[in-house]
């Protein structure tokens, strides 16, 4: 009797791999900075939004941008107000389809 190997299995047992390497590390992108959010990380989440967004990520410059205009009056000292680059990061969400962005946005042209 002959075993013949699948001619992917190396390229399968690698793909394999680097799927449960990568569930062990946790949840990538988007996910871990919601999670930091929830967790109260605010510091650690507007980074991780702010990468994503360097990135080209809208939603995480709305979230960003976000955080960015309320600041430390509800984040606390982690997150200090930045109207300018909330302001840019906004924009970036609006201009890439996120409605919310706008209305962000429009919110803090009403109360300046």
Same mark, same amino acid.
């Given at each position: 009797?002959?075993?013949?190997?699948?001619?992917?299995?190396? @390229?399968?047992?690698?793909? @394999?791999?680097?799927?449960?390497?990568?569930?062990?590390?946790?949840?990538?992108?988007?996910?871990?900075?919601?999670?930091?959010?929830?967790?109260?990380?605010?510091?650690?989440? @507007?980074?991780?939004?702010?990468?994503?967004?360097?990135?080209?990520?809208?939603?995480?410059?709305?979230?960003?941008?976000?955080?960015?205009?309320?600041?430390?009056?509800?984040?606390?000292?982690?997150?200090?107000?930045?109207?300018?680059?909330?302001?840019?990061?906004?924009?970036?969400?609006?201009?890439?389809?996120?409605?919310?962005?706008?209305?962000? @946005?429009?919110?803090?042209?009403?109360?300046?």
């Amino acid at each position: 009797m002959s075993h013949h190997r699948h001619p992917h299995a190396h @390229l399968i047992g690698a793909i @394999l791999l680097v799927a449960a390497t990568a569930a062990r590390a946790g949840p990538a992108g988007i996910e871990a900075a919601h999670q930091a959010y929830h967790w109260g990380q605010y510091e650690r989440s @507007l980074a991780l939004y702010q990468q994503l967004a360097a990135q080209g990520n809208a939603e995480a410059a709305e979230r960003a941008g976000y955080m960015l205009m309320q600041g430390s009056g509800v984040y606390g000292p982690q997150v200090p107000r930045d109207v300018a680059r909330a302001t840019a990061l906004l924009e970036q969400a609006a201009v890439a389809g996120r409605p919310h962005a706008l209305f962000v @946005l429009g919110m803090a042209d009403g109360a300046d």
